[in-house]
Structures are given as structure tokens and as C-alpha cells.
């Protein structure tokens, strides 16, 4: 199988690097790519919003399958452009990434389907705005309704802080706040069969604690060993299989990967949100897990195939994911640093643990320098959760970059209350 990847970040990387260990796979190539997937991937470049131009690269290199990791090409209908020439897509249409496109869209979608979410309103002027606020009184939940590339949501107790996020959007959803802690599940689906993968969770806050800004993600592990084994059953039947029957049902069925955000609060699952795509550094941690060949699971979900695909096989143990920051991010983060240590880390940590890399370019002489705000992540694996992290933080610690920043308790409470599971078994 020739294999087409579309996007450029860590999540990239994790997809690349699983492909390639994938003996049905004969080739592989990644646009635009980073430092690391060529390494692994043949290097092109290409606007990856440019539904005519990644076509073009499919047709060029013979591709069997393209696989879409980012929303912002699925959002602009690159699937639908490369599917029109006749080559399966990993990846939902414009229509079906709607569900990650527009906030107020996927209430509409969960409304109808009887999916559980928290209660909202779809709000366009301050007056709209200010009811909503007073409904459901703080914390306030502002969400403007488009990408906004992981900065578009404002939690906050601070009513004049809600509403200016509020005016600097053109529309938001108001919503009520969920407590409990955050899951992301993905699904594989073909728009009629739902697989779903192992849960991870991520961590957004920039620093230690759950403090500081949000982000696109600093870290996350799987499995979650505080987590009901019921869950996936239950998130399949309540939220993920009835909202991929709706998008079917509407006409514009859902294929590719679901991704949904879940808060599990005092009262039950809610979604906090869909993504159309793999979520980046959950995949880090499932793929790290995944057993099953990679390329036949998207192939099967990109031609229909998923009801007749065997079931998932896991790896036992656990792994975890700890990103590497630039200076400055998330507000404003520092590009050109020399990345040094990769080498070692290759060396020295075997196969358990490795770099995955996100906002890395390679200069002229071969070394690796950072072009992005999350720069790398190091993806270990273990036999439990404090194995993998030890590891992680290992590796983490072999590498430097300039100014940069990183989480120390990544998978951190996790380790701690499995390794007090395991004493109360025993
Ligand atoms: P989203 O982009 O929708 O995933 O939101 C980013 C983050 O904001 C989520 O991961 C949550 O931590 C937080 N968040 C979003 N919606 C809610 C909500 N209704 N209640 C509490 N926190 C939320
Ligand atoms: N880690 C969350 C996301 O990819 O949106």
C-alpha cells in the first residue's frame, strides 16, 4: 500500500511512524511534513489546505490512501476534492468535519441524536450574550464557534472577561460548566461502523498543576486506570455510534476518525467537545499502544470496510507523552533554537522510548531547529504508567533546547494511583 500523510505536527510524526512499521505498507510520503517524519516518510511540500494541489501530490506518487491529520484541510473539504479523483481518504468530508468546524453545528447534531453535552446557547450579540452568562451564572464557558486553533475557549469567573471573549468573536456558544475529568476517546469509523480506540488524557494547561494558559496539549497517557473498564462500551452506545448514525442519517455521513472530548461529571459522560481528527498528543500514546496494524484499520474505515475488520489488538502496559515547548509558547513562541540531544536519545533509550517531533526543521548542515510552538514530544512505553513516565522524563532530559518548557507531572496522580491499586491488591 502507498501511503499519502497530510499535515505537519506530532500527531503526524506518531501516524508516520506507526505506518512504517506496517509491513502492508511499501511506501510512504508526508506534506509538508517536519524534521522527524522525513525520517521516516518521503518529504514533499504542499499547501495542505489546497484541496487541488494535495490531489496532485496523490496522483504523483501513486497513492492508495490519504490519510488527513489536521481539521483545518478537513474543514476546508480537502477529502472531498482528493475522494472526487477516485483515491480513498482517511478523513471526514467538508460536511461531516462541521462536527469540528462549527461548535454551534455539533449541538445541533448532539441535540438531535440525544447525545449527552453540556446546555448551551448560540449567541451573536452582547445582549444574546449577557442572558446566557446570567443563566448559567459562573464559571462562564465562552466557545467561539469556529477553529481557533486550541485558543478558542474561555473558562473564567470573571464576567467581564467572558463577555470580551465573547465580542471578540463573531459567534460563540455559551455553555454551562462541567466538573470531573476529562477523557478523549477516538473512534475509527467508515460513516456506518464505529471502532473505538483505547482512552488517553491529555493535559492543556501550560504548567505543573493545571496552571497557566491553555494549549494545544503538553502531555497524556493511556490507559487510564482510575477509569470505569465500562467506559468505551458506554461512550460507544451513548455518544459516538448515534452521532455518527445522525451524520449518516443527515446525508453527510462522518468517516474518518472521531474524536470526542468528554468530562465525566457527578451527573454522567458529557461531551465537551468533537474533533474531526486525531487529537495530538493523545495519538502519541494510542498509537504507542495499538497492536494492529495501522495502515488496514484506515483503509478499511476509508472504503467502507470496518464491519468485516477483526478486532483491535492492544499492547499491555502503558504509555506516556511529555511535549517539549518553545520559549514563549504558548503566547508567543520562539522559533530557530538548535534542537541537540536527538542522537542520544536514539542511542540510548532503545525503542521504548522516542522522539516524536512537531515544530522541528532541519537547516542545511542536518541539525534539527525549532519552527513551532510545541516543539517535539517524547513518547515512552512501560509495563504500567510509572515505567513509561520514567522513561519519558529520561529521554526528555537528554535533550535541550534553548528557553524551553515542559510539564514534570504528566500521567504523575495516574502512576500514583495505580501503583496504590496494585499495593491494595496485593
Ligand atoms: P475545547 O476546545 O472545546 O476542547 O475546550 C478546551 C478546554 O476548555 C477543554 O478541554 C476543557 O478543559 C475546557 N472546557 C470546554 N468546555 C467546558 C465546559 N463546558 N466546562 C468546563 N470546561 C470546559
Ligand atoms: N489534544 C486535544 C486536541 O488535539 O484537540
Not at 11 to 29: F, G, K, M, Q, W
Not at 109 to 115: R, Y
Not at 312 to 322: E, I, K
Not at 387 to 411: F, K, M, N, Q
Request: net charge negative; hydrophobic share 45%; aromatic share 4%.
Amino acid at each position: 500500500m502507498r501511503i499519502l500523510v497530510i499535515g505537519t505536527g506530532a500527531r503526524e510524526h506518531a501516524l508516520c511512524r506507526a505506518l512504517s512499521l506496517d509491513p502492508a505498507v511499501s511506501a510512504l510520503h508526508c506534506a509538508p511534513g517536519n524534521a522527524g517524519t522525513s525520517e521516516v516518510a518521503t518529504a514533499h511540500s504542499v499547501d495542505a489546505t489546497d484541496g487541488a494541489a494535495v490531489a496532485a501530490l496523490a496522483a504523483e506518487v501513486a497513492a492508495d490512501l490519504v490519510v488527513i491529520g489536521p481539521e483545518a484541510p478537513l474543514v476546508a473539504g480537502v477529502a472531498d476534492v482528493v475522494r472526487a479523483t477516485g483515491v480513498p481518504v482517511f478523513g471526514p468530508s467538508r460536511a461531516a468535519a462541521e462536527l469540528e468546524g462549527s461548535k454551534a453545528f455539533a449541538k445541533e447534531v448532539m441535540a438531535e441524536a440525544g447525545v449527552p453535552t453540556a446546555r448551551s446557547y448560540v449567541c451573536t450579540t452582547a445582549e444574546q450574550v449577557d442572558a446566557a452568562l446570567d443563566a448559567f451564572g459562573p464559571p462562564y464557558v465562552v466557545k467561539d464557534d469556529g477553529l481557533a486553533a486550541g485558543k478558542g475557549v474561555v473558562v473564567t469567573g470573571d464576567t467581564a472577561e467572558a463577555r470580551a471573549h465573547a465580542a471578540a468573536c463573531e459567534r460563540v456558544v455559551v455553555e454551562e460548566y462541567l466538573d470531573g475529568p476529562e477523557v478523549s476517546l477516538f473512534a475509527v469509523t467508515d460513516g456506518e461502523t464505529v471502532v473505538p480506540l483505547q482512552p488517553a488524557q491529555d493535559f492543556k494547561r501550560a504548567h505543573d498543576g493545571d496552571l497557566g494558559p491553555n494549549t494545544g496539549g503538553m502531555g497524556a497517557y493511556s490507559p487510564l486506570p482510575w477509569a470505569d473498564p465500562k467506559l468505551v462500551d458506554e461512550v460507544l452506545m451513548t455518544v459516538l455510534q448515534p452521532t455518527v448514525d445522525e451524520m449518516r442519517r443527515r446525508g453527510t455521513p462522518f468517516s474518518g476518525l472521531l474524536f470526542a472530548g468528554l468530562a465525566l461529571t457527578s451527573r454522567g459522560v458529557r461531551v465537551v467537545e468533537f474533533n474531526a481528527r486525531f487529537g495530538d498528543p493523545e495519538t502519541q500514546v494510542v498509537l504507542a499502544r495499538l497492536q494492529t496494524p495501522l495502515a488496514g484499520l484506515l483503509q478499511a474505515a476509508a472504503t467502507g470496510q470496518l464491519a468485516d475488520f477483526p478486532p483491535l489488538r492492544w499492547h499491555d502496559g502503558a504509555a506516556v507523552t511529555v511535549v517539549l515547548a518553545a520559549a514563549g509558547y504558548p503566547a508567543a513562541p520562539r522559533k530557530g533554537d538548535p534542537v541537540d540531544g536527538l542522537e542520544e536519545v536514539a542511542a540510548q533509550e532503545g525503542p521504548d522510548a522516542y522522539v516524536l517531533h512537531a515544530g522541528t526543521a532541519r537547516n542545511q548542515d542536518g541539525s534539527v531547529v525549532s519552527a513551532g510552538g510545541r516543539v517535539l514530544s517524547v513518547t515512552a512505553g512501560g509495563s504500567d504508567l510509572t515505567e513509561a513516565r520514567t522513561r519519558a522524563y529520561r529521554a526528555v532530559e537528554r535533550i535541550d533546547l534553548p528557553g524551553s518548557h515542559h510539564r514534570t507531572d504528566i500521567a504523575a496522580q495516574a502512576a500514583a494511583d495505580e501503583r496504590e491499586e496494585g499495593t491494595a491488591r496485593r
